[in-house]
Structure formats: C-alpha cells, structure tokens
C-alpha cells in the first residue's frame, strides 16, 4: 500500500473514532459535569434526640403521725380539691402532733424535699392535680420557677430514678404520696448552638417519649454557655408523666409531606432564592422559590404558585420540572 493511500486510511479511522467520542462520549460526560434533577414529591423530617428532663409544679405530702393508711386514690387518679385521699389511724394516741421525725427508710427523701413537703391533716387534698406514690426528692428542686437556674452538669449529677412509696403503714414525718398540676408541664433540654435556630419560641413540636408521643410548644431558647437551653410546655396527658423524671426523646419541629428539592440546586439572584429550570427549547431559566423547611441536604417548597411579602403572585416550581445542580 502506498505511504500516502496508508496515511489517508489512518486519518479516517482516528476522525471517525473523535467524530464518535464527540457524539457519544462528550454530551453524557458534560452532562455528568453539569447535572440535573427532576423534582419530585416527598417525605421531610428534621428531628433532634436529646436527654430531656421533666419538670412540674407538684406537692410532696408527709404523714403527720405515726399511723396505718387507707389511702382512697390510685396511681394518676385525677384529684380535685378538697377530695378525700386517705384515712390515718394513729399507732400511738399521744402522737397526734405534727413534726419530722421520719424513719431510716425515708431519710433521702427527707433531706432533699426539707420543708418543702406538706403535712397531711385532714386526709383532703388542698390542691387539684394528678395523684401519684412516685417521688424521687427533688420535686421542689425541679421546679418551673427554677427552669432558668437550673445547668445542665447539675442536674444530671442530682437527679434519681423515682420510687414507689406506696405501702399501707407510714411513720411520722416521712413521705406518703405527691399531686402534681397536670395542667402545664415542661420539658427542659440542652441543644447545640447549630441546632437552636430551629427552635422558635411559641413553635408547635412533637416530642416521641418512651411510650408515647405528645404535642409541645417551646416556652424558652436560654443562652447556656456552649449549649441553649430549651423548655418544652405542654399539657398533653402521657402515661408515664408522673413516673418519669428524664428519658432520651425525639425532638421533630418538621414532619412535611410535599414538593422537595437538592440543596445543591438552590442559588440566590437579585436576593432571591431560586433555581434554574429547564424550559421547552432547552435553555435554563430562574424561578423564584418559597421554601418551607429544610434538613440541610433537601428543602421543601411551595408548588405552582406563592405570594410574595407585597401580596403579589410569583409563579414557581412544580414537580417532575427539571432543574440544574450547582447553577453557580
């Protein structure tokens, strides 16, 4: 074959393997480079798990003699005021005046609730709230006076495990039974300075215990050093409320069903958050979007149509619309 009919056989061949790696290889590889996503509908949850404890407005009752009870209320029996809880028959006749004497078994009890427990004299509830046998000693520690106070360093290395006083004899001065407004109580937890922003106050939240799952709004963000402190208010009925005093919960402040985008396709323009979808000729072009919440990796928007802070109508995203990936 001669060199030059040889070298025009090698120059089609090289031409025809670019003319293919133009067509076939370079639009899927600068596709790649510069991707794209369809919007689709979803599921967007952002939720926090955090060691919370309970905190409620509750009132320790001590025997006021040394006695047998009948007590009339049973566990997270609802009590209105004035209601007859027990009956106390005396052990001994001379031993009818109020004190604190207290036996051995009690003593822990004693020495953390001090005068904050009241004297039962008349066997009548001087207050309305939820009955209960359980008591742990820091019921007039863990107050909500006291939420703002309190650190978290501290009340970890204080708080126990509640315990049953339930029984029928009881000695002059140690604690019989508690009654707790069930009417507000509050959940305090201490959050990471990147998490808080999520945490605005009077928002609605859903808090999944061990149990069960109540509705809860935030009452209070506190500054706390490294950490923000957040109080949950709630009067939800939960089973173990009076049982329990700290538990790991599940924090959700957004459990959404609707049109979701990447992050990674949002960009702001003219200071507007938007995206660049593709229209029918191919080219991309900016839409405004309303986003609705977001977990860091992909946010929930407003489909079709949205009104702007003046009332006006700005049309925007909807699904299975195709939109660019790092438009910058």
């Known amino acids: 074959m001669p060199k030059l009919k ?29 991707s794209t996503e369809v919007l689709e509908y979803g599921k967007l949850k952002v939720s926090d798990v955090e060691d919370c404890w309970i905190v409620r407005d509750e ?18 029996t ?5 209601s007859r809880i027990l009956d106390l028959t005396p052990k001994n006749s001379d031993s009818k005046t109020i004190g604190s004497e207290g036996s051995s078994a009690y003593k822990g009890f004693r020495n953390r609730l001090g005068d904050a427990m009241v004297a039962e004299k008349d066997g009548k509830s001087d207050r309305k709230g939820l009955f209960s046998f359980y008591v742990d000693g ?18 970890k290395s204080v708080t126990k495990k509640p315990e049953s006083l339930e029984r029928t004899d ?34 609605q939240v859903s808090v999944r215990l061990p149990g069960g799952t109540i ?8 500054e706390a050093g490294r950490k923000w402190q957040l109080v949950l208010k709630t009067n939800r ?16 402040t957004t459990d959404l069903e609707g049109l979701l985008i990447s992050n990674d396709c949002l960009v702001m323009k003219d200071k507007k958050t938007g995206c660049y979808v593709k229209d029918r000729t191919g080219e991309y072009r900016f839409k405004e979007v309303q986003t609705l919440a977001t977990d860091g990796e992909k946010t929930m928007v407003t489909e ?25």
């Not at 079709?304 to 910058?328: H, I, L, R, S």
């Open 78 to 82: 609802l009590i209105k005021r004035g």
């Open 59 to 76: 009132t320790v009752y001590k025997a006021p003699e040394t006695g047998t009870m009948k007590i009339y209320a049973g566990e997270s």
């Open 170 to 203: 009881a000695t002059k001065g140690d604690p019989i039974f508690k009654i707790a407004d069930n009417s507000a109580w509050y959940l305090v937890c201490w959050i990471d300075e990147e998490k808080i922003a999520r945490f605005e106050k009077n928002k």
């Open 237 to 252: 009925y939960y089973k173990n409320f009076m049982k329990n005093r700290s538990f790991e919960a599940e924090i959700v």
């Open 6 to 34: 040889k070298k025009t056989v090698i120059i089609f061949i090289l031409a025809v393997i670019l003319l293919y790696v133009i067509v076939e290889v370079i639009p899927p590889l600068t596709g790649a480079l510069a």
């Open 138 to 155: 820091y019921e007039a520690y863990l107050t909500p006076g006291r939420i703002k106070k309190l650190t978290e360093s501290e009340i």
């Open 304 to 328: 079709t149509q949205f009104f702007d802070e003046k009332g006006n109508p700005v049309m925007t995203v909807k699904a299975y619309d195709e939109v660019k990936k790092d438009p910058d």
């Open 215 to 222: 509705e809860a709004k935030v009452d209070q963000v506190n």
